[in-house]
């Protein structure tokens, strides 16, 4: 489809094991967002990609996630030494781009489910 | 900081009653506001958004008007369908990402 599509939908570690979520932008959309959604939480933004400017990092919780944007399309979240508090939906959503993106609508996908054991 | 309030669900009603959604947010200026809804199984989706002080956005039904004399954005519906049963999302932008509000469980009984 045209939508956001993100690998996998669900994904089952052991604590202490490394994990990379994928993120398909719609395609022409330069700006690209990842949030987490815990359980009884809202949406926590973690990063946030622009063009070729440097990312927006300033919502990653810790130095054990990091995330990278390839070509300007496909986006990777990387968390190193998982945690049981890091299990969470993980949400990638991209826009247009064009102006201020934080007043154009986000396109979300559906997201991947991460649980630690 | 900037942030958004939302009231807390679950918010339960019979089909045909009548919805109002809480939200507030702290600004600085006049940001984008939004609402978002996630159905069962599905991603979240943008429902409606208002871009300046007195807009009122509006999609399927439901409405939400953009007050800045109480930074507020508060989402209704006059007559819901349990097909609404979902989960709803405030958020306002903040120069270049959106911040959310924690969510508000909507449940529509027949």
């Known amino acids: 489809g045209a939508g956001v599509s993100q690998s996998p939908s669900n994904k089952v570690t052991e604590k202490g094991k490394d994990v990379e979520l994928r993120c398909d932008p719609i395609?022409?959309?330069?700006?690209l967002y990842w949030y987490r959604q815990s359980l009884g939480q809202g949406l926590e933004f973690l990063i946030y990609?622009?063009?070729?400017?440097?990312?927006?990092k300033s919502g990653l919780p810790s130095d054990r996630f990091s995330a990278e944007r390839t070509g300007g399309s496909v986006s990777t979240l990387t968390i190193q030494r998982t945690q049981q508090e890091d299990s969470a939906v993980y949400l990638c959503?991209?826009?247009?781009?064009?102006?201020?993106?934080?007043?154009?609508?986000?396109?979300f996908g559906d997201g991947t489910r991460l649980s630690i054991l | 900081g900037d942030s958004v309030t939302q009231m807390e669900g679950p918010v339960t009603l019979s089909e045909e009653a009548f919805l109002t959604i809480n939200c507030t947010y702290t600004?600085?200026?006049?940001?984008?506001l939004f609402w978002y809804v996630q159905y069962p199984g599905e991603g979240l989706q943008l429902l409606l958004k208002?871009?300046?002080?007195?807009d009122k956005g509006s999609n399927k039904g439901f409405e939400a008007t953009y007050r800045k004399e109480t930074t507020s954005f508060h989402l209704e519906k006059g007559s819901v369908q349990v097909s609404d049963s979902a989960v709803y999302f405030c958020?306002?932008?903040?120069?270049?990402?959106?911040?959310f509000g924690t969510g508000t469980r909507l449940q529509v009984f027949p």
């Open positions: 990609f622009q063009g070729n400017s440097a990312p927006d």
């Open positions: 395609s022409g959309h330069t700006a």
């Open positions: 958020a306002r932008a903040n120069t270049d990402k959106l911040i």
């Open positions: 959503a991209s826009s247009p781009g064009q102006g201020r993106t934080g007043n154009q609508p986000q396109h």
């Open positions: 208002a871009t300046k002080a007195d």
């Open positions: 600004a600085t200026g006049y940001p984008s």
